[in-house]
């Protein structure tokens, strides 16, 4: 079952713009990853953040992640072309449960 | 090896006959996951085999779907009777261990049954 829903399903800016993502889940998480996809194969991780951690840095991305309301966001300033992806994020419970993904965001950086 | 890979890359299948994905995860990786993408869908959760044990099978569509792992390495997924709705790109990951840490992803293999 898909834990994670990307908000929004697509989104299109210019260039050099920052763009924004954001996750919401619905039970209890151990830690929040996000993940780029190009072309349909492979998954690329970005960033993982744990539950007892707020925001978190790696280059031109910033993830945050807030629990009271079961939600996180990623946000990668100064886009470039080459940015084109889908973005998904995943959680992972505290259980048995595998690495569950939501349905991800596809972005596209108008050159 | 150097990273997670997956066998073939592409199969195309008649209706009914059955088929057997193949995935070798990163040496040492304890964890490995099987998923299913659809043309322009998120990733569909199959199965996840922490060592050779799979706790969570919840995901697989069906009786005809199965998934095994020996030795804690390699793993198989087979589908059984393929129908035109399995095709899609069937995606395995595995990961140092199921907490804390990231999953490596292999390219996946596009299934078609025609």
């Known amino acids: 079952s898909q834990q994670g829903e990307e908000d929004p399903q697509a989104l299109s800016i210019q260039e050099g713009e920052n763009a924004t993502m954001n996750c919401s889940y619905k039970t209890s998480i151990n830690n929040l990853q996000w993940y780029r996809q190009n072309s349909g194969r492979g998954l690329v991780h970005l960033i993982l953040?744990?539950?007892?951690?707020r925001e978190k840095h790696s280059g031109r991305l910033r993830v945050t992640l807030d629990t009271s309301k079961k939600s996180s966001s990623l946000l990668i300033t100064a886009s470039r072309a080459a940015d084109t992806a889908s973005y998904f994020c995943?959680?992972?419970?505290?259980?048995?449960?595998?690495?569950?993904f939501g349905k991800g965001t596809h972005l596209i950086i108008q050159p | 090896g150097a990273g997670v890979s997956q066998s073939p890359s592409n199969k195309v299948t008649e209706k009914g006959k059955d088929v057997e994905l193949r995935c070798d995860p990163i040496s040492g990786h304890t964890a490995l996951y099987w998923y299913r993408q659809s043309l322009g869908q998120g990733l569909e959760f199959l199965i996840y085999f922490q060592g050779n044990s799979a706790p969570d099978k919840s995901g697989l569509p069906s009786d005809r779907f199965s998934a095994e792992r020996t030795g804690g390495s390699v793993s198989t997924l087979t589908i059984q009777r393929t129908q035109q709705e399995d095709s899609a790109v069937y995606l395995c990951a595995s990961s140092r261990q199921a907490l804390n840490t990231e999953a490596f992803f292999g390219q996946g293999t596009r299934l078609t049954v025609v």
């Open positions: 995943a959680t992972l419970g505290g259980g048995a449960d595998g690495l569950t």
């Open positions: 953040i744990r539950s007892n951690e």
